[in-house]
């Protein structure tokens, strides 16, 4: 594909793909900022509300490798704007919803095109760029993602209190359609086989198998807490309705730069790319627990997890395409599959304990996982220091074959 594609097309479609990444990122995080207004207005708990997100993240594990493997042989333009154009139909069903269960219904269906776009995205867009600047360029691609909590929940969340919850999924479904359009413009029509992403550069099962653990592990300590920031927040740190939207976006903000910081190291420094971000995560998620009723301590821990969380999350796509034993699709399928399950675990746990005990122990909670995570990723290097037979990391693989 590199050699088929000009650089300012390359360049083209990555904007409109990350694009696309902040639209799924912003749908499935935005009931996190609008918890308190859709709850009464559906008569359901905040709890019940916050299962919009984990029950979301379920459908994206359960669905993210088999639909890859039913999908390998469609061209890519064509999959990625189908689903595209799934995503504003699903959100426009949100926004007519009528009841809870209708809600949740379309919020699935939203999920099932997150789970397929997640697991080809980042091999597509990543393709036509040399091996030496993909970690830039994943980066790159992940700004979008990390742009969400910045713009999209935010404006989300301020569009919700202004004009009704619904006029937020109803934008969502417009930008939808006008980014599916572009994905079918700007989107060459290429054989999956043929992108230069398809394999990893440093192929290792047992090390990409760590990842995924860990992976699972971090965002689930992550989300634990972040999926109710909202009453975390409001109940413990003091703060007002109305100054949600400012700290999601400062918390958003801190990701967008962690994610630049990340885009200097993760060509050279893969393996501290990882840990950096799970050591300021966890520093900050017992700072939440132990600081969180001062306000600003809450805000700098606030803006310390959503910088460690966006990074961590480039390092973990960045790895993949170094570590992917096979095709980078089912790698980066699976990335997702530990991902989702780590939001819906979380969201799950911190569900089940808000009722009982109230948000504060949720950064506690949150901060013990990731430290496991850390942790494990920790032992795994020393041990490939130690003697491990682990490939080089960031050498292309022997052979050339390139398959999807």
């Known amino acids: 594909m590199a050699s088929e594609v000009s650089p300012r097309r390359a360049r083209a479609v990555l904007v409109a793909l990350s694009l696309a990444a902040f639209a799924f990122i912003t749908t499935e995080l935005l009931p996190v900022g609008l918890l308190t207004h859709i709850a009464p207005d559906l008569d359901r708990s905040r709890s019940q509300v916050g299962l919009l997100v984990s029950g979301y993240a379920v459908v994206v594990v359960l669905a993210s490798v088999p639909l890859t493997r039913l999908t390998q042989r469609i061209p890519r333009r064509h999959l990625l704007g189908a689903t595209m154009f799934l995503f504003a139909v699903a959100n426009a069903a949100a926004a007519l919803a009528p009841t809870y269960a209708v809600l949740a219904g379309s919020r699935l269906v939203t999920a099932l095109a997150q789970a397929m776009f997640w697991s ?34 935010p404006l989300g969340t301020w569009l919700g209190q202004q004009a009704g919850w619904r006029v937020a999924f109803a934008a969502l479904a417009g930008a939808g359609l006008a980014i599916a359009a572009a994905v079918f413009v700007l989107l060459p029509s290429y054989p999956p086989a043929a992108g230069g992403a398809a394999r990893g550069t440093a192929p290792d099962g047992r090390r990409f198998a760590v990842l995924l653990i860990a992976t699972a592990l971090g965002i689930g300590g992550f989300m634990t807490l972040q999926t109710y920031i909202t009453p975390f927040l409001l109940d413990i740190s003091g703060f007002t309705d109305a100054a949600l939207a400012p700290l999601l976006f400062a918390a958003g903000t801190a990701g967008v730069l962690g994610t630049l910081a990340a885009a200097r190291t993760l060509d050279t420094r893969p393996i501290a790319s990882l840990l950096t971000p799970l050591t300021i995560g966890t520093a900050a998620l017992f700072g939440m627990y132990a600081l969180g009723t001062l306000r600003h301590g809450a805000v700098a821990f606030l803006a310390a997890i959503g910088l460690a969380y966006a990074a961590f999350g480039s390092a973990v796509q960045n790895r993949m395409l170094q570590l992917a034993p096979g095709s980078t699709d089912i790698a980066s399928a699976g990335v997702s599959t530990a991902f989702n399950a780590g939001i819906a675990g979380g969201s799950l746990l911190g569900g089940t304990l808000l009722p009982i005990s109230g948000a504060r122990p949720l950064a506690l909670i949150g901060g013990l996982l990731t430290l496991a995570a850390l942790t494990l990723l920790a032992a795994d290097t020393r041990l490939r220091r130690g003697g491990g037979s682990a490939p080089t990391i960031g050498r292309p693989s022997a052979s050339p074959a390139v398959t999807r």
Do not use: E, K, S
Not at 120 to 127: E, F, L, Q, R
Not at 138 to 146: K, N, P, Q, S
């Open 120 to 153: 080809v995205a980042t091999a597509t867009v990543i393709g036509p760029f040399p091996v030496a600047v993909r970690g830039r360029a994943v980066a790159l691609f992940a700004t979008g993602a990390t742009l969400a909590p910045v713009l999209g929940v």
